[in-house]
């Protein structure tokens, strides 16, 4: 049974880029919710996907959105890329319209440059 | 707003010491409570989790975990540590029936030498 799995693992962009993120949940998953963690802090809440609808949003910008499909996989997209968006990206997954346990993936550590 | 401290930033210890990592966070309701682990080179998994019922948690590799309501703390213990233990140790709370929004503390960092 695999995990929750993340594309890429690495990426590097410029300023001003646009960057999107992916993610598969763990079979059996419905829910999908995005974190940023930045070196040396606690990954900080970014939003929740379920039903293919954002669910619940922390405090970030609107540069930051996201889409859920069918198959419940979810993309995290970044727009005109900030140095301070440099981070790592945290995929996680649940069950029972999120109230279940969160399963973290690998991440993919995103460097704007 | 919610918010999860962790008191210690990082902590060394020998192997075989005991460990208490502190944990405490600030929401008047009720919530679930989380202890996620970071090993070198692998990504976030769950130590151990506190929905409800005994206040005394007991996870994987021998780790526990005592919720005490009135102190609002969520404190990780383990009799004895091991050099394999080292790794970056993650509180974390999601206010029940809010969402699954996790909050998470800063994190603390334990080294273990062997």
């Known amino acids: 049974d695999a995990g929750v799995t993340q594309s890429p693992t690495h990426l590097i962009k410029t300023r001003g880029q646009q960057v999107t993120l992916r993610c598969s949940p763990k079979?059996?998953?419905?829910?999908v919710s995005w974190y940023q963690q930045a070196l040396g802090q606690g990954p900080q809440f970014i939003f929740q996907y379920y039903e293919e609808e954002e669910r619940q949003r922390g405090n970030f910008p609107d540069r930051f959105s996201g889409h859920q499909f069918p198959n419940y996989s979810s993309e995290l997209n970044v727009n005109a890329l900030l140095l301070g968006d440099s981070a790592l990206y945290l995929c996680?997954?649940?069950?029972?319209?999120?109230?279940?346990?969160?399963?973290f993936g690998p991440g993919t550590r995103l460097t704007v440059l | 707003a919610q918010s999860v401290s962790q008191h210690n930033h990082h902590v060394i210890l020998s192997e075989a010491a005991s460990l208490e990592l502190g944990c405490n966070y600030s929401?008047?309701?009720?919530?679930?409570l989380f202890w996620y682990v970071q090993y070198p080179g692998q990504h976030l998994q769950l130590l151990l989790k506190y929905f409800s019922g005994d206040p005394l948690v007991k996870g994987i590799k021998g780790f526990e975990a005592e919720f005490i309501k009135s102190k609002f703390s969520f404190n990780l213990r383990k009799p004895s540590v091991q050099w394999s233990d080292t790794a970056e140790y993650f509180c974390?709370?999601?206010?029940?029936?809010?969402?699954?929004?996790?909050?998470f503390g800063q994190g603390t960092e334990l080294s273990v030498k062997p």
């Open positions: 996680a997954s649940s069950g029972n319209r999120g109230a279940d346990t969160q399963y």
């Open positions: 079979s059996g998953h419905d829910t």
């Open positions: 974390a709370v999601n206010a029940k029936n809010q969402g699954g929004k996790l909050i």
């Open positions: 929401y008047g309701g009720t919530v679930n």
